[in-house]
């Protein structure tokens, strides 16, 4: 399971769009790149999930580059309620073990 | 997708003593996942619940002092036994069909060991 390096914590405004950054140098060929939001009192919640390219939903967008070491969280015009953690996770979804292993997650904290 | 629901959702408990969290999950799925969050702190998987089997323990942890019970395909039990004040944590429960592209949580059960 490739390891995630993610900032601890960003501050945004209401209205702005705002990108998270993970990074993931040991990505393997058969991993895909999920992403989950947690609010406080509150089990994590999943985002959206790409393996390569840009992958589009109602929530989000995920950016992946070519080499795929890194990846993009980008959350369009942000209000209060996206105040949450952004967990990136790395692994194989189609793998025998199935778990999931959460790195450190992005506090984003979001003003008016 | 799947909805689970944790009892009980929060608890205070005297060092010493024991506590079971239930699991119970509206669809049936192979496998359970419980995890740990320490406050201010990320999730970290303590163990695998398969049904029929055996629990899976991550590094770190033990089953004697974190039993796990997986009876049926929907439901599963975790007990923090001989608890200390260091087990003041939320557990959750988690599920993700065998190739699925997401897993669902719990909301969690909130333990205070005083």
């Known amino acids: 399971l490739a390891k995630t390096t993610q900032p601890i914590s960003m501050d945004s405004y209401e209205g702005q769009e705002v990108n998270i950054t993970c990074s993931h140098n040991?990505?393997?060929?058969?991993?895909?790149i999920t992403w989950y939001q947690q609010f406080p009192s509150q089990g994590p919640r999943f985002i959206i999930q790409?393996?390569?390219t840009k992958v589009t939903n109602e929530v989000a967008s995920l950016f992946i580059p070519a080499d795929r070491k890194s990846s993009t969280l980008s959350l369009p015009r942000v209000s209060l309620s996206d105040t949450a953690v952004y967990y990136c996770?790395?692994?194989?979804?189609?793998?025998?073990?199935?778990?999931?292993?959460f790195g450190t997650g992005t506090l984003l904290a979001v003003q008016p | 997708s799947a909805v689970i629901s944790q009892k009980p959702s929060r608890d205070i408990c005297q060092r010493g003593t024991s506590l079971t969290i239930q699991c119970q999950v509206d669809?049936?799925?192979?496998?359970m996942f419980w995890y740990r969050q320490q406050p201010g702190q990320s999730l970290t998987l303590i163990a695998t619940?398969?049904?029929?089997?055996?629990?899976?323990?991550e590094s770190g942890f033990v089953i004697d002092k974190f039993p796990i019970s997986r009876p049926n395909l929907t439901f599963s039990t975790l007990t923090v036994s001989n608890m200390s004040p260091e087990d003041s944590s939320i557990y959750l429960c988690?599920?993700?069909?065998?190739?699925?592209?997401?897993?669902?949580f719990g909301q969690g059960t909130r333990l205070t060991v005083v």
């Open positions: 988690s599920v993700r069909p065998l190739g699925g592209q997401k897993a669902f």
């Open positions: 040991n990505i393997a060929t058969n991993d895909y």
């Open positions: 790409g393996y390569k």
């Open positions: 996770l790395v692994g194989d979804i189609g793998g025998a073990t199935n778990k999931l292993i």
């Open positions: 669809s049936q799925v192979t496998m």
């Open positions: 619940a398969n049904q029929g089997s055996e629990a899976t323990y």
